[in-house]
């Protein structure tokens, strides 16, 4: 498992979003990364505003785009995605404090059952 921070670039769903990874040296990679050992059910809801799909609304919260997180990734999924267990510490822009204080999102949407345990 590598561990990246990375920067929030967008949410596709609850469970993936795309990070530009900085790899060091001044070498940035912007991937596709799927949140590890859990699966948001495609469950969304009609609103006024249009479609309302919570898992993402949570994640968009805690971790908005341009929000440094830090990524420990493992290996591909078979639609080509990075495997990873996002730590975040909400506003802050403190690689140290994140590392010090992160809570892992994955296991916070699960604790708020906006997701299921997936193997």
């Not at 929030?8 to 596709?32: A, E, P």
């Not at 730590?87 to 916070?108: C, H, M, P, W």
């Amino acid at each position: 498992m590598f561990q990246y921070p990375g920067t929030i670039i967008r949410w596709v769903d609850g469970d993936t979003c795309w990070i530009d990874l900085d790899l060091g040296f001044r070498t940035h990679l912007q991937v596709d990364v799927r949140l590890a050992e859990i699966n948001t059910p495609e469950v969304v809801q009609w609103t006024m505003q249009g479609i309302s799909d919570r898992a993402r609304e949570f994640c968009e919260l805690m971790c908005p785009p341009g929000a440094l997180v830090i990524t420990n990734i493992g290996k591909a999924d078979k639609y080509g995605r990075w495997l990873a267990h996002i730590l975040f510490v909400q506003g802050s822009t403190d690689r140290a404090q994140i590392l010090r204080e992160g809570k892992s999102l994955n296991n916070e949407l699960l604790a708020r059952g906006l997701a299921k345990p997936y193997v």
